[in-house]
């Protein structure tokens, strides 16, 4: 099963930040916090991944507590295009597979 | 930019008949994975595929599955005899890894397979 706790579903409103939230409280001391979206129907999509430290890419920040025991995925300037299901994941860099939970239902509202 | 594709993007086909499902991964990558999704679920890893082996494979991946790197470039998923409850989306995925400092996932954008 999973690691992670995310809410089902969000909403957020066009041109504002979404902030997806991501609950791991039994991560362990190497293991790193992925996340990845998925488009309706279309494959998984790599988003931005962490340790320990906030990380931003072009797509978006996260920001791991300094517990490790949660995070946020933070969408800068949610778009239409931004909606879709999005997957926290924890696992070790050398674990072979990813397990997706159900992950959060972002709707970006216009 | 590099990308995982796949065919058919759609398959329909009749119970107990032979699938293939094919895929060209990224071209300097050295993982390859299936994974599938039935409708309204979650994604479920089927199999992982490294130096022409199977590294690691799920309950689901049974005697019925089969993956094959033929030629270097193809990587393959066969169902040798499909069943109703065969009926997913699948997807493959593929990394890269050595002196990467990360390890994310390439998903290609699936084929749906129906089986009737």
């Known amino acids: 099963d999973a690691k992670t706790t995310q809410p089902p579903s969000m909403d957020c409103a066009e041109g504002r930040a979404a902030n997806l939230p991501c609950n791991h409280s039994?991560?362990?001391?190497?293991?790193?916090v992925y996340w990845y979206r998925q488009i309706h129907s279309q494959g998984p999509q790599y988003i931005i991944h962490?340790?320990?430290n906030n990380e931003t890419n072009e797509m978006a920040s996260l920001i791991i507590t300094e517990d490790r025991k949660s995070s946020t995925l933070i969408l800068p300037h949610a778009t239409l295009r931004d909606t879709a299901v999005y997957y926290c994941?924890?696992?070790?860099?050398?674990?072979?597979?990813?397990?997706f939970g159900k992950g959060t239902r972002l709707h970006i509202l216009p | 930019e590099p990308e995982v594709t796949q065919t058919p993007s759609h398959q329909v086909t009749q119970m107990g008949q032979e699938v293939i499902l094919r895929c060209v991964p990224i071209s300097n990558h050295l993982y390859f994975y299936w994974y599938r999704q039935i409708l309204g679920q979650k994604v479920e890893f089927l199999v992982s595929?490294?130096?022409?082996?199977?590294?690691?494979k799920s309950e689901i991946f049974d005697d019925q599955f089969s993956v094959e790197r033929p030629d270097g470039s193809n990587f393959t998923l066969k169902i040798r005899s499909t069943k109703l409850e065969d009926s997913a989306m699948y997807f493959c995925?593929?990394?890269?890894?050595?002196?990467?400092?990360?390890?994310?996932?390439?998903f290609g954008p699936g084929t749906r397979l129906t089986v009737t």
């Open positions: 595929f490294y130096n022409n082996e199977i590294s690691e």
């Open positions: 995925a593929s990394k890269f890894v050595p002196g990467q400092s990360s390890y994310e996932q390439y």
């Open positions: 994941i924890v696992h070790l860099n050398r674990d072979d597979k990813i397990i």
């Open positions: 039994t991560i362990s001391g190497n293991e790193y």
């Open positions: 962490g340790l320990k």
